[in-house]
């Protein structure tokens, strides 16, 4: 079975008090035994996530990388640092950063091909707009970026990725997906990913993210193609975040 993943995607918010906060209450907090958790932290906080969480339940993330190993790209933060800080997860493709900071599906494609040289799992995250889910192009988009990154992978190495499924409409609005809405979309893509290899579609974790919270959480996590949520908001708060874990098991 899949151990479900909830992952913690701060974004551009937190600070150094709130990195030791989290840490120190999940190393006393009781979670379910079969779930797994990982915040994503922005650059700066890594270090410090990376010894606050050793030997707790905290797995470290970060929310991008660069597409290059080394070298004069200033500004840029390579896969070699991140796995060196601790980090264990890195989102690529997240929506901000197709949108705001004109990653495209080559782009997101490189910088997975850069996590898994350097021993990271790369989280692929794929969403569809609220216009092209209106013009009934949801399956297209989100199958189309799913593509777009596995067709180039070898296959010994696309079971080392996760998903997330994140609706940009959902992201940040309070509008969430309905479990039904969001069950749909993930048959899809585990149905997709069938089409390389059944095992493969299998084992792989599927999370949800848009708006997740501790109070629509269980029902999201109920449906049989959810494995775990990608969280924003709900993420920068100590008691909304750990709802959220242990609504999980
Ligand atoms: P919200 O939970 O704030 O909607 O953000 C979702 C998200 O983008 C996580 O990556």
């Known amino acids: 079975m899949r151990t479900p993943l909830i992952a ?3 974004k551009m918010n937190g600070s150094l008090a709130l990195v030791e906060a989290f840490a120190e209450a999940f190393a006393e907090a009781r979670l379910p035994a079969d779930v797994e958790v990982a915040l994503m932290l922005p650059f700066p906080y890594l270090g410090a996530g990376g010894a606050a969480f ?3 339940p905290l797995a470290l993330g970060a929310q991008t990388l660069s597409d290059q190993p080394s070298g004069a790209f200033t500004g840029e933060v390579s896969g070699a ?4 800080l601790g980090a264990r997860y890195v989102l690529v493709g997240h929506s901000e950063r197709r949108t705001l900071f004109g990653e495209d599906d080559a782009a997101v494609r490189a910088r997975v091909e850069a996590a898994l040289e350097h021993g990271l799992a790369p989280v692929l995250c794929l969403g569809e707009t609220l216009e092209e889910r209106e013009a009934e192009r949801t399956e297209a988009v989100v199958l189309g970026q799913l593509a777009a990154v596995f067709d180039a992978l070898p296959p010994e190495q696309r079971q080392r990725l996760a998903i997330a499924y994140e609706p ?5 609005t309070g509008r969430t997906a309905s479990p039904e809405q969001a069950q749909a979309v993930h048959a899809a893509i585990r149905a997709r990913l069938a ?3 059944a ?5 792989m974790r599927l999370l949800y993210g848009g708006s997740m919270k501790a109070d629509n959480a269980a029902e999201l996590l109920a449906q049989s193609d959810i494995d775990g949520g990608l969280v924003g908001g709900a993420s920068l708060k100590v008691d909304d975040f750990l709802a959220i874990c242990q609504s999980a098991g």
């Open 81 to 84: 640092m991140l796995a060196d």
């Open 195 to 197: 089409d390389y290899d």
């Open 8 to 10: 913690g995607n701060w």
């Open 168 to 172: 940009v409409w959902a992201i940040g």
């Open 54 to 56: 050793r030997g707790g």
């Open 199 to 203: 095992g493969l579609a299998e084992g």
